[in-house]
């Protein structure tokens, strides 16, 4: 994670155009060449947190476990990881469709190869929709956001 001066008065200043790992270079590539999400979202796909005053709706994205798959003699080179994957709008049928697109997209991925990842497996499980308060006041924002789990294996190419 990267930090600021800022930092110690404002919290940490993410970089939006900033991937961590070669996973999340694929799923972020995956997410945009979507026709179906760019028409929802352009290309509003950010890596674990939507940027302060960033427009809506959105997707955001956090791997959340990574790990090699180990045998005896050393690692496989096959991953599984989770990841969750956000879906943001001011309306609830627009928050549902880009979250329905995005697992349609990663979904449809399974042993597919992108940016030198090959996706053996990927799926989807809890979906989960809400809608945010404003912090201190318990306001409600307007924003409202569906939260999807994945599950993957792959291995770098």
Same mark, same amino acid.
């Given at each position: 994670?990267?930090?600021?001066?800022?930092?110690?008065?404002?919290?940490? !200043?993410?970089?939006?155009?900033?991937?961590?790992?070669?996973?999340?270079?694929?799923?972020?590539e995956l997410l945009l060449s979507y026709p179906e999400l760019e028409t929802l979202i352009d290309?509003?796909?950010?890596?674990?947190?939507?940027?302060?005053?960033?427009?809506?709706?959105?997707?955001?994205?956090?791997?959340?476990?990574n790990e090699e798959e180990r045998i005896l003699a050393g690692g496989t080179g096959r991953?599984?990881?989770?990841?969750?994957?956000?879906?943001?709008?001011?309306?609830?049928?627009?928050?549902?469709?880009?979250?329905?697109?995005?697992?349609?997209?990663?979904?449809?991925?399974?042993?597919?190869?992108?940016?030198? !990842?090959?996706?053996?497996?990927?799926?989807?499980?809890? !979906?989960?929709?809400?809608?945010?308060?404003?912090?201190?006041?318990?306001?409600?924002?307007?924003?409202?956001?569906?939260?999807?789990?994945?599950?993957?294996?792959?291995?770098? !190419?």
């Amino acid at each position: 994670m990267w930090f600021s001066v800022a930092w110690f008065l404002a919290g940490p !200043v993410i970089p939006t155009n900033v991937v961590a790992s070669d996973l999340e270079q694929a799923i972020n590539e995956l997410l945009l060449s979507y026709p179906e999400l760019e028409t929802l979202i352009d290309d509003r796909v950010y890596p674990i947190v939507r940027p302060p005053r960033s427009a809506i709706p959105c997707l955001t994205y956090t791997v959340t476990r990574n790990e090699e798959e180990r045998i005896l003699a050393g690692g496989t080179g096959r991953h599984d990881a989770t990841f969750d994957l956000s879906a943001w709008a001011f309306e609830f049928p627009v928050a549902k469709a880009i979250g329905d697109a995005a697992i349609e997209r990663l979904v449809g991925a399974s042993r597919a190869e992108v940016s030198g !990842v090959y996706f053996r497996r990927i799926a989807h499980g809890d !979906v989960i929709d809400s809608h945010e308060f404003e912090p201190g006041t318990g306001r409600n924002t307007g924003v409202f956001h569906r939260s999807v789990d994945f599950r993957c294996n792959y291995r770098l !190419v």
